[in-house]
């Protein structure tokens, strides 16, 4: 079976400004404690749990046991960390083709389906797991998820099959339920089935995804990203229980072929940050040749500082695996 070797290397937030606001934390432990309640068999039946289905059911599969993932963390004296994630790529995740063509082709033909899952080649394969309280702690994630897109994404030159490694420094439930968006008609999306929130947002949370962290003097970049990072002019930034998104524009390939890097992104929402997250393309951990990738982005100071970090590198090692079967390690530090 085919196999990959995968390496995360970053170094990210100093330990003390990965706190959440008051008002995250607030929502975060009344939902919490709602789902505890929802999920009490003494006072929850059957036509309960039909009327209140699971809400985090919108984030994919709770769990990463189709990757057989292993992972280990260990924290120096300097309160450095080295976070490593192994996993081995499903065979039954379907692969897509290149630029919408294909199996990913739309518009004058319906959306094929795969024959793996029965879904559409254009969904994303979502897998997702909690890490335990002193992972989030210390890393200042609270959970992984691992998503697979067949077909890719936009911009055009991400438009083939390709892993995100999300990590998220709100919970499930905060995601589930409170990153939420009315969401433009699907007729009147570029791709099918991609969900992009509206501009004009009528309730709270869906305002919220458009409240942008900034400085005082200068509001264009904003606050703990990299100052090469923006937000694309045409408006599929903002994704419910993912947040409004910034990457940087410049360094987006003309297409699939010219893709041999590893972009970043980062979001955020309610003004706070949210998430971060790694392309990584599927030809970067499958074959049998030996592949070695690497990337790097790093912050400038802020005017406000949500949380403080420097620079974060990530790097991906493919070793040649055509007759062995290797776990794939994430490796953050």
């Known amino acids: 079976m085919e196999s990959i070797l995968l390496f995360f290397l970053m170094i990210l937030w100093s330990l003390d400004g990965l706190t959440l606001s008051h008002e995250q934390q607030n929502q975060q432990r009344q939902r919490k404690e709602q789902q505890i309640l929802k999920n009490d068999?003494?006072?929850?039946?059957?036509?309960?749990?039909?009327?209140?289905?699971?809400?985090?059911?919108?984030?994919?599969?709770?769990?990463?046991?189709?990757?057989?993932?292993?992972?280990?963390?260990?924290?120096?004296?300097q309160c450095l960390y080295e976070f490593v994630f192994q996993f081995e790529h499903d065979q039954?995740?379907?692969?897509?083709?290149?630029?919408?063509?294909?199996?990913?082709?739309?518009?004058?033909?319906?959306?094929?389906?795969?024959?793996?899952?029965?879904?559409?080649?254009?969904?994303?394969?979502?897998?997702?797991?909690?890490?335990?309280?002193?992972?989030?702690?210390?890393?200042?994630?609270?959970?992984?998820?691992?998503?697979?897109?067949p077909?890719?994404?936009?911009?055009?030159?991400?438009?083939?099959?390709?892993?995100?490694?999300?990590?998220?420094?709100?919970?499930?439930?905060?995601?589930?339920?409170?990153?939420?968006?009315?969401?433009?008609?699907?007729?009147?999306?570029?791709?099918?089935?991609?969900?992009?929130?509206?501009?004009?947002q009528e309730e709270p949370n869906g305002m919220n995804f458009y409240i942008v962290p900034g400085a005082m003097i200068d509001r264009n970049p904003v606050v703990n990203m990299p100052f090469n990072f923006e937000r694309p002019d045409n408006g599929y930034a903002p994704i419910p229980h993912y947040g409004l998104r910034s990457w940087d524009q410049g360094n987006v390939?003309?297409?699939?072929?010219?893709?041999?890097?590893?972009?970043?992104?980062?979001?955020?929402?309610?003004?706070?940050?949210?998430?971060?997250?790694?392309?990584?393309?599927?030809?970067m951990v499958s074959g049998d040749q030996s592949q070695f990738h690497s990337a790097k982005v790093v912050a400038k100071s802020r005017e406000i500082k949500l949380s403080r970090w420097e620079s974060a590198s990530i790097s991906t090692h493919t070793p040649n695996s055509a007759n062995s079967t290797v776990p794939v390690p994430l490796w953050v530090q």
Request: aromatic letters at 12%; charged letters at 25%.
């Open 151 to 200: 077909c890719g994404q936009r911009p055009k030159g991400y438009t083939t099959p390709q892993y995100d490694f999300s990590f998220f420094r709100v919970t499930p439930e905060y995601r589930a339920e409170t990153m939420v968006c009315k969401l433009i008609a699907d007729d009147q999306g570029a791709v099918p089935g991609e969900q992009i929130c509206k501009s004009n």
């Open 253 to 283: 390939p003309n297409s699939p072929r010219e893709w041999d890097d590893i972009p970043i992104v980062m979001s955020s929402y309610n003004g706070n940050l949210v998430m971060w997250q790694a392309h990584v393309p599927y030809k």
């Open 92 to 149: 039954t995740l379907p692969i897509g083709d290149d630029e919408y063509k294909g199996k990913c082709e739309f518009g004058d033909v319906e959306p094929k389906i795969a024959p793996e899952d029965g879904q559409r080649y254009l969904k994303p394969r979502q897998m997702w797991e909690q890490f335990p309280p002193y992972v989030w702690a210390a890393l200042g994630f609270n959970h992984l998820s691992v998503d697979f897109l």
């Open 41 to 77: 068999t003494s006072i929850v039946n059957e036509t309960l749990i039909e009327d209140f289905p699971n809400p985090l059911a919108v984030l994919g599969e709770p769990e990463w046991t189709r990757l057989r993932p292993g992972w280990s963390l260990t924290v120096n004296d």
